[in-house]
């Protein structure tokens, strides 16, 4: 499986951006993809995930409401729109793919991830 993100940039902050993470050859007919970022100095943590088979979504507290998470079956594409944007998000935004997950699984653990994007940088600054 490989993963390419993209929509990555600068942005004011209130602003929006949307994230792209391309996916080709999934792995299995149920995997979940997730987003996941790391600010410098800080270690990567949790943002969303999204089944690909049932839809079922989860997302982190400190992005619930301002971010949603979603796909494109037939681009093999997940999405990340971000709105309402703080200086607190600022960090390399990573995707990846679970492909063990089950029907109604959506994890926020990173080792559970198996296959990973090379990151794209967000930042949000006045």
């Known amino acids: 499986v490989q993963l390419v993100e993209s929509g990555g940039g600068l942005v004011q902050p209130g602003g929006s951006l949307r994230l792209s993470c391309a996916a080709s050859g999934r792995p299995s007919s149920s995997p979940a993809t997730g987003w996941f970022r790391q600010a410098p100095g800080k270690d990567r943590e949790f943002v969303a995930a999204l089944n690909w088979s049932s839809g079922y979504t989860n997302y982190a507290d400190s992005v619930k409401g301002r971010f949603t998470i979603s796909r494109d079956n037939a681009k093999n594409t997940v999405y990340l729109q971000m709105n309402s944007l703080k200086p607190e998000d600022t960090a390399v935004y990573y995707c990846?793919?679970?492909?063990?997950?089950?029907?109604?699984?959506?994890?926020?653990?990173?080792?559970?991830?198996?296959?990973w994007g090379q990151g794209t940088q967000v930042t949000v600054s006045s």
């Open positions: 990846a793919v679970d492909e063990g997950a089950h029907y109604y699984s959506a994890s926020k653990r990173l080792h559970e991830y198996d296959y």
